[in-house]
C-alpha cells in the first residue's frame, strides 16, 4: 500500500481538486457527528438539570442531520464522478502505453492478463482512490482535531483517545504487511482464470475440433476453485483488518469513558463533560472504523495496482528520438546491411548477418523456409524491435534516427495473421484511410479482387463481418487486408504471405492489379501520388521448403 500511496498522484494527476473536494466532505460529514454528539450531551445534560429548553438543541440535532445526508449523497456523486474519470484517465494512460510498447511487448504477455489489467485493474482501482485515499485523510485530519477537543475538555482522557486513536491509525501498515501476500496470489490468480478462459473462448473450434474442451474445461475448473480460495483468503485478511480496527476503537471509545468515570468519580470531572467525552469518544473512532470499511472495498484495487504500475512504467524496446526527415524519395529504398537480430539475448539469431536491397519502385520477394525470419524483417523494418548488430536503412536513413511515427507511415503491412475487427467493411477498410469516398473503397477492393465478394454480401459494403471477421473465408478476410492495406497508399507495401489463404485465380488476379497498377478502376493512391502500386518497393514474402536464405544471405 506504501508503494501505491507513493506512486498513487501519478494516477490521479488532474484530479486533486476532486480528491481534495471527497476529503472536505468527508470532514463535514465527520463535524455534524461531532455536533450532533455534543448537542445530544447538552441535551441530556439539560434534562438532567430539570430544565426541559431543550427545543434549540433538538432543531440542531435534526438540521445536523439533514446537512449530513445532503453531504454523503453529494460525496457519493462526487466519488462516482471524480472515479469515472480517474479510470478513465488510467485507461487511456495504459493504452498510449501499449500502442507505443507495441508488438515487441504484447507478443510476450498474455492477452487476458494485459486485459484484465485493463479492464477490472482499472475498475478495481476506484475504491482506491474514491473511497479509501479521501477516508484515510479526513479520518486522520477528523481525529486529531476530536482528540484534541478531548483532550481541551480534560488531558488525562485526551491521552487516552489520543493512543487508541494512534493505534488506529497505524492500522493500514500493520495489515500492508500482513495482506499484501495474499493480496499479490488473489490477483495472480484472477489474471490466470481471466487468461486462460479467453484462451478456451478464443480456441473453441480447435478444442471441439481435436476434443480436448473437456480436459480443458476440467483444467479451467481446478483454477477456478483455486481461485475461488484465494479470494476466500484475501476477504478473510481484509475482515480480519477490518476487524482489528472496530476492536481498537471500540475498546479506545470503552477506555476514554472509563477513565472519564474515574475522573468524575474523583470530582476532576463534572458530569455534562463526561456526557461529552461518553459521546464525543464514538464520533473520534467513527472516521477510522468507516476507514477499515473502505480499506475492505479498496483491496482488490490495491492488488491490481501492481499490474498497472508494472505496464506503465514498462521501458519500450526502441527509443522513440528520431528527427524527421526533410525529404525521403516516394518511393524509398529499403536496405539491410549486416543485420542481426535475436528476440532474446542469448538465444539463436532469427536473422543472422542479413543484407538485401528492395530497390525503389521494385517487387523484391524474400523465400525462405518456415522460422527463417522473414517476418522478422518486416518487424525491424516497423521498428518493432532493433537488430544488435547492423542497420536497417530507407533512403540512407537509419530508420533509428527517423520519429516511429514517420517511419510508420511509409510502410503498409497486410501479414499472414490478417486482423479485422468487429463492424462492417466499409468500417475495416476505413481504418486506413478514414476520409476515402465510396469510389476509393472500391478501387482498392477490386485491386484485392474483394469487391465482387463484398458486393455480393448482404449488405454489401455495410455488412456486419464478426469479431475477427469470422462471417468471413479465411482468402475474403485476407483481400479485405490487403484492401486496407492498399489504401493506407503508404510509399513501401510489405505483403507478408498476405495470400495465403486466397485462391490461384484471386491471387493472380491481385499479382495483376499490383504489378501493372491498373485494377479496373484507377486506384486512389495514383490521383494523390502520381505513383501506382507497381512504382512502390513491394516486399512479399513467401516460405520454401528448404534452405534457409537468410543466414548470410546476401541479395541486392
Ligand atoms: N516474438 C518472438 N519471440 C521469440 N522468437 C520469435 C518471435 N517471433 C518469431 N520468433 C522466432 O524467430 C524465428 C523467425 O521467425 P519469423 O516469424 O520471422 O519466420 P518466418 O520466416 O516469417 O516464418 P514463416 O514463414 O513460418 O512465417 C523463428 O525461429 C521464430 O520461432
Not at 470503552?254 to 476532576?268: F, K, Y
Not at 526502441?318 to 529499403?334: H, M, Y
Not at 472500391?442 to 456486419?464: K, N
Request: charged share 20%; net charge positive; aromatic share 6%.
Amino acid at each position: 500500500m506504501e508503494r501505491v500511496a507513493r506512486r498513487d498522484r501519478r494516477l490521479a494527476t488532474g484530479r486533486r481538486v476532486g480528491l481534495a473536494g471527497l476529503v472536505a466532505l468527508g470532514l463535514a460529514v465527520t463535524a455534524t457527528y461531532a455536533g450532533q454528539g455534543w448537542l445530544i450531551a447538552r441535551v441530556i445534560a439539560e434534562v438532567l438539570a430539570g430544565r426541559t429548553d431543550v427545543v434549540l438543541a433538538g432543531a440542531g440535532i435534526v438540521a445536523l442531520q439533514g446537512a449530513r445526508a445532503g453531504l454523503i449523497r453529494g460525496r457519493e456523486r462526487l466519488a462516482a464522478t471524480l472515479g469515472g474519470r480517474i479510470k478513465d484517465d488510467v485507461r487511456g494512460r495504459l493504452l498510449d502505453r501499449l500502442f507505443s510498447l507495441g508488438p515487441g511487448y504484447t507478443t510476450g504477455v498474455r492477452t487476458g492478463r494485459l486485459q484484465s489489467t485493463m479492464v477490472d485493474g482499472v475498475e478495481a482501482l476506484e475504491p482506491y482512490f474514491v473511497a479509501f485515499l479521501p477516508q484515510l485523510v479526513s479520518s486522520l485530519l477528523g481525529v486529531v482535531v476530536l482528540t484534541a477537543y478531548v483532550w481541551w475538555l480534560d488531558p488525562v482522557v485526551g491521552v487516552t483517545v489520543a493512543a487508541c486513536a494512534l493505534l488506529v491509525a497505524v492500522a493500514p501498515r500493520i495489515s500492508k504487511r500482513l495482506m499484501s501476500g495474499p493480496m499479490e496470489r488473489w490477483w495472480a490468480a484472477y489474471r490466470g482464470v481471466y487468461a486462460d478462459t479467453l484462451d478456451v473462448l478464443q480456441g473453441m473450434v480447435t478444442l471441439k475440433g481435436i476434443n480436448a474442451h473437456r480436459r480443458r474445461g476440467a483444467q479451467l475448473g481446478e483454477q477456478s476453485a483455486a481461485f475461488a480460495r484465494d479470494s476466500s483468503r484475501l476477504v478473510a485478511a481484509s475482515a480480519g483488518y477490518e476487524v482489528v480496527v472496530g476492536l481498537a476503537a471500540g475498546a479506545g471509545t470503552a477506555l476514554a469513558v472509563g477513565v472519564g468515570a474515574l475522573r468524575t468519580a474523583s470530582g476532576a470531572l463534572d458530569v455534562v463533560t463526561l456526557l461529552i467525552i461518553l459521546l464525543l469518544s464514538r464520533e473520534c473512532f467513527r472516521p477510522l472504523t468507516d476507514l477499515g470499511k473502505a480499506f475492505h472495498a479498496a483491496s482488490p484495487g490495491l492488488a491490481a495496482a501492481e499490474g498497472i504500475f508494472a505496464l506503465l512504467e514498462e521501458r519500450r524496446p526502441t527509443p522513440d528520438n528520431g528527427s524527421p526527415a526533410e525529404r525521403l524519395n516516394n518511393p524509398p529504398r529499403v536496405r539491410l546491411e549486416g543485420v542481426t537480430f535475436a528476440y532474446q539475448a542469448g538465444h539463436a539469431p532469427a536473422l543472422n548477418d542479413v543484407t538485401f536491397t528492395a530497390e525503389a519502385g521494385a517487387t523484391t520477394a524474400l523465400v525462405g523456409r518456415s522460422g527463417a525470419g522473414k517476418s522478422t524483417v518486416v518487424a525491424l523494418l516497423l521498428r518493432f524491435a532493433d537488430p544488435q548488430h547492423g542497420t536497417l536503412t530507407v533512403d540512407g536513413r537509419d530508420v533509428r534516427t527517423l520519429p516511429l511515427a514517420d517511419l510508420r507511415a511509409l510502410v503498409s503491412v497486410v501479414s499472414q495473421d490478417t486482423y479485422l475487427f468487429h463492424g462492417t467493411v466499409r468500417d475495416n477498410l476505413l481504418l486506413a484511410a478514414p476520409g476515402a469516398s465510396q469510389d476509393d473503397l472500391e478501387a482498392a477492393a477490386r485491386a484485392a479482387a474483394a469487391h465482387t465478394f463484398i458486393s455480393a454480401l448482404p449488405e454489401g459494403y455495410d455488412t456486419m463481418i464478426g469479431e475477427r471477421g469470422a462471417r468471413l473465408s479465411g482468402g475474403e478476410r485476407q483481400r479485405i487486408a490487403i484492401a486496407r492495406a492498399l489504401l493506407k497508399d503508404a510509399p513501401i507495401l510489405v505483403l507478408d504471405e498476405a495470400t495465403s489463404a486466397i485462391d490461384s485465380a484471386n491471387e493472380a488476379a491481385i499479382q495483376t492489379a499490383l504489378s501493372t497498377g491498373s485494377p479496373p478502376t484507377a486506384p486512389p493512391w495514383s490521383s494523390r501520388t502520381g505513383s501506382p502500386p507497381c512504382a512502390t518497393p513491394t516486399m512479399s514474402s513467401c516460405s520454401t521448403t528448404g534452405g534457409s536464405p537468410n543466414r548470410g544471405h546476401r541479395a541486392s
